[in-house]
């Protein structure tokens, strides 16, 4: 696995503190290469035909088959230690952002000269679906505030994303935003010249930095309602030289003007948020985009690109990962509320992307994508 890239905002372990993170990604490592496999097992070889021999059917859906297989032994094991896992995770991460927490805090007040800007909003209230629960088990999620210009949960998700993901988003946690400029937008759209870039739902602007680089002339602004992660992603932006403008806002509805955008994407955002919700930030995007310009989201697969086992497995992030509205989004038809934003609906549509792209970048060739991201986009 790739080392993280170390700047100036990371919180380096200490020893024990980085041995701690790494036996929480080889317990992952263990989890999902040698015990998710044998819970297909389970189903395929004895859940399965015993509920065909019962109903004279296969199950239809990802509801009948969790509640024939929430009984065994090997998914209940299973789902325990993916879940002690994460909290495992955080804790682990958690004791290292804490004893840098006054250190990183003067770091991000004093940057020098400053290329980009940050705006917070001391009146901003944090919507009530956000504060409900503790997304992925993070403490206090992404938005909590815990001391005075605090910026731990832009740490935390710093280095957590990295420990979590085993590394798979590169060295800067970059690849999503990577992969759909290198790999989607600059080939496909080789004429497209953004000259105004909105990321929305930025986190710690991780997806974001990438349209810095792939547009070197544009102006690239970036919301989230976490004014920790705001100011973190700022600090960060600042210390790998660039230019991004993060304000906090709500992308259901922010202050820039109509028609203000040639390009508003987000990454991994709309699964945070109720179906409500993300028909409000369609419709905000269809308002914020001038005449020709592109909207894209990206996202995890959608339930209707997989079979019902498939989405069975997906449905633990709902139900064993603090991710309440993971599944709901799932179901969505992301294209058809697109359209019902404003967008003709023969400009709207789904796309997979290759991933990896950071892969390629180091290596300096194309053949170590991993994956795809799934994206839905509209042209306006």
């Not at 509920?51 to 009948?64: D, G, I, L, T, V």
């Not at 419709?283 to 996202?299: D, F």
Request: hydrophobic content about 40%; charged content about 25%.
């Amino acid at each position: 696995m790739d080392q993280q890239l170390q700047h100036a905002m990371l919180p380096q372990p200490t020893h024990d503190e980085l041995a701690r993170q790494n036996f929480v990604q080889s317990l992952r490592m263990h989890i999902f290469k040698n015990l998710l496999p044998g819970n297909k097992v389970v189903y395929e070889k004895r859940v399965k035909p015993k509920f065909e021999q019962e109903h004279q059917r296969p199950p239809q859906n990802r509801y009948e088959i969790r509640e024939v297989m929430q009984h065994e032994p090997h998914y209940r094991w299973l789902n325990a230690l993916k879940r002690i896992n994460q909290e495992m995770l955080w804790e682990s991460v958690n004791a290292s952002v804490d004893r840098h927490l006054p250190d990183l805090i003067e770091r991000a007040k004093d940057k020098g000269g400053e290329l980009g800007t940050l705006k917070l909003d001391p009146n901003f209230q944090i919507p009530i679906y956000q504060k409900a629960v503790d997304i992925h088990c993070m403490p206090g999620g992404y938005h909590s505030e815990f001391t005075i210009d605090d910026v731990a949960a832009g740490a935390t998700y710093d280095r957590g994303v990295y420990v979590y993901g085993l590394g798979w988003l590169g060295p800067l946690n970059d690849d999503i935003g990577l992969s759909i400029v290198r790999n989607y937008l600059i080939p496909e759209y080789p004429d497209f010249r953004p000259q105004k870039i909105l990321d929305m739902g930025c986190s710690i602007g991780n997806s974001t930095l990438p349209y810095v680089d792939g547009y070197p002339d544009a102006e690239i602004h970036a919301v989230d309602i976490g004014a920790p992660m705001l100011r973190y992603a700022h600090a960060r932006a600042e210390v790998l030289g660039k230019r991004v403008h993060f304000s906090q806002q709500n992308a259901e509805h922010t202050n820039f003007p109509d028609e203000s955008f040639d390009l508003v994407v987000s990454h991994i955002l709309l699964h945070e948020i109720p179906p409500p919700v993300v028909r409000k930030v369609m419709q905000e995007c269809y308002r914020l985009l001038a005449p020709g310009g592109m909207m894209l989201h990206v996202e995890a697969p959608l339930y209707h690109h997989m079979d019902a086992y498939s989405q069975f497995m997906y449905d633990g992030e709902t139900v064993n990962n603090n991710e309440p509205f993971w599944s709901a989004v799932r179901d969505l038809d992301l294209v058809a509320l697109a359209a019902e934003a404003g967008f003709a609906a023969d400009k709207v549509f789904e796309k997979f992307v290759p991933n990896g792209a950071w892969k390629a970048k180091v290596a300096n060739d194309n053949s170590s994508s991993r994956g795809t991201w799934f994206v839905v986009a509209a042209t306006k």
